[in-house]
């Protein structure tokens, strides 16, 4: 794969990944309320480039295990 469709496709990933989880574990410690609802918008903006920075750094790492793990 080359690094330009790599990256693009890590950017939608953490996107989609920080945008449900944010949200999920919000309800989850909150329960459905405007608290919650007013709330994940921030926790959004805070984990989207969290995840992105992380996935940068363990990618590679993943990769690796995962084709060792798959050798035949």
Known sequence: MDKKTL????VFITFMMA?????IMGLVYT???M???SAWPGQFA???PIAFI????TSRAGFALARRLTRS
Do not use: R
């Open 19 to 23: 945008l449900s989880m944010s949200g």
């Open 54 to 57: 992380m996935t940068q750094l």
């Open 46 to 48: 805070i984990a989207w």
């Open 35 to 37: 608290a919650w609802l």
């Open 31 to 33: 329960g459905p309320t």
């Open 7 to 10: 990256l693009l496709g890590q």
